[in-house]
């Protein structure tokens, strides 16, 4: 009797484990679709497979997938008026989709709107300064519900740094949010005495009372303000890529570093190490933390914390808090880390389980280097923590080795989500495309053979780290204008030469570029902090000197604002610029 009913049980306990495992086909979908010839471009370990979902549907920031493989991307802009999000589904299973539908009608303006994220069956997306969700509608692929304002940024800063409102919730009813830092490193506006390079830090920083951290909200609430929140950590310039490590029951974040080390400093950092330092730090972010900003950074080379020179440091000397927090890595600078992802998925090889994708969108300020990033990125993860180098994981995005401007690159990866078979999809930001990455091989035999290509992948220009000769692409010639331009003067001034429309000026149709040459060229080197006028509107900003410039280079810059942006006028010679400098 005991061996017929311990049979019985055996019997039983099969039909349900093949009873699951159907159940589970039926949840993942149909088989895996095929994938590229090329891969959509990418170059991915041994035995994975890519293909393009969609393309060119706008660019694209953060995406979602529903658990019926429904896909949500958030837009850097409304389509159109079509709306700040678009929806996607494939219909017939082939791997792309063939109902694409443009939603949400929110005021959707500006380049620092990220968020998407499901979470408890509703859709969460933000601009700038508000985060909305929409309930989700079995079987429906665009919500059919009101939408809420979640939360709302009240200290609108318009166009000031660090605005992105990303989203990441626990286990106990907790959403997450940061409120970036609304300068680089918390500088005085005022020039240090005696005309030294640089700007004095403030301090203490005023910005760390309601910004530069992370702050924690109850998800069941709506309507809420920062104030309904309490910070959580601080220290923290900027974070777009955030994510719950459901194993370790953690939030993880990866914060942008500070810019401009060799234009703030320059008789303390050279152009090279401002290329590469400080580091872009990975972050596993615990209640009451402190990461050091704007006191200190992380400088990944010499694998500590760094005062910084705001506040007395000169690259060397150590953070003065020795109770800043390290981070668990840091990567190279300017690498711009906008999503993080920790796998959850049966799909990948044991190698991936519970380990961090990261997708590094790609520097913008690198010059005279190369531009670096326009990769995904993976960490293994071992009991809890990273258990080694950083992988290579899917590159060739830029469609090119050496980027020389931003604008070179192809494509950028921005955004990454898992689907409910475990499969990786990545959004790009120039175009709107969407890859689908998936595993087809054994499993049981992955290992550093699939690998090898990969690392390979390290010694590319946009990866590797540069050699301070030798990659310095303008070594011995000037830099051109344009470069120039995109390296130093558009963060202000933006592409179109229109300024922000509040606290930087206009360079198109401007009297000061297009008046004389002598002012103009004074600007650039010894800078301006003094009221001005420009097309009839006051502005009272700080511009930086920018006296570290070559001549040849200023002329460049200069030669290039005057000839653009609704400008016409005779060129600026570098024995001009020699003789202002001279003064």
Known sequence: MYYRHHLSLQKLSAILCLLLFVLAQCNTGNPLPKGDADNGGLFLPGNFEAVVVADSIGPARHLAINNNGDIY????????????NVALRDTNNDGRADSIVYFGDYYNEGSLANCMRIHDGYLYFASELVVYRNKLTPGKLIPESKMDTILTEDDNRGSHWHITKPVAFDDN???????????????????????????????????????AGIWQFDVNKTGLT????????????????????????????????????????????????????????FLKVEEGNNFGWPYSYYDQIQHKNIQAPEYGGDGKMPAKDSSVQMPVMGFPAHWAPNDLLFYEGDQFPEHYKHGAFIAFHGSTNRSPYPQAGYFVCFVPFVNGAPSGEWE????????????????????????????????????DSKKGKIWRIMYKGDKGNF??????????????????????????????????GAQVYNTYCISCHQHNGHGDGNRFPPLDSSEWVNGDKQKLID???????????????????????????RDEDIAQVLNYIRQHFNNNTDVITVGEVKKVRGK
């Open 173 to 211: 009813g907790h959403m997450y949010v940061p409120f970036g830092a609304p300068s680089n490193a918390c500088q005085d506006l005022v020039r240090t005495p005696g005309g030294t390079p640089g700007f004095a830090g403030l301090n203490p920083c005023p910005e760390l009372e309601n910004h």
């Open 392 to 427: 290579v994981f899917a590159d060739g995005f830029a469609g090119v080795d050496t980027i020389v401007n931003t604008d070179d690159a192809q494509y950028r990866p921005m955004g990454l989500a898992e689907g409910p078979d475990g499969s990786l999809y990545v959004s």
């Open 447 to 480: 290992g550093k053979e699939q690998l090898a290509a990969m690392e390979q992948r390290k010694l590319n220009a946009n990866i590797r780290t540069p050699d301070e000769v030798a990659d310095n692409l303008y070594k011995d010639k000037a830099i051109p």
């Open 73 to 84: 991307v958030k837009l850097r802009y409304s389509k159109k008026g079509e709306g700040g």
């Open 523 to 549: 600007v650039v080197l010894n800078g301006l902090n003094i009221p001005i006028t420009v097309k009839g509107k006051p502005y009272n900003n700080l511009m930086p000197q920018h006296s570290f410039l």
């Open 226 to 281: 920062q104030k309904d929140g309490k910070k959580f950590a601080t220290g923290i310039r900027s974070v777009v890529a955030m994510a719950w490590n459901k194993e370790t029951k953690n939030l993880y974040a990866v914060m942008h570093g500070r810019d401009d080390l060799h234009l703030l400093w320059p008789d303390k950092f050279t152009p090279w190490q401002s290329a590469v330092l400080p580091s872009e730090e």
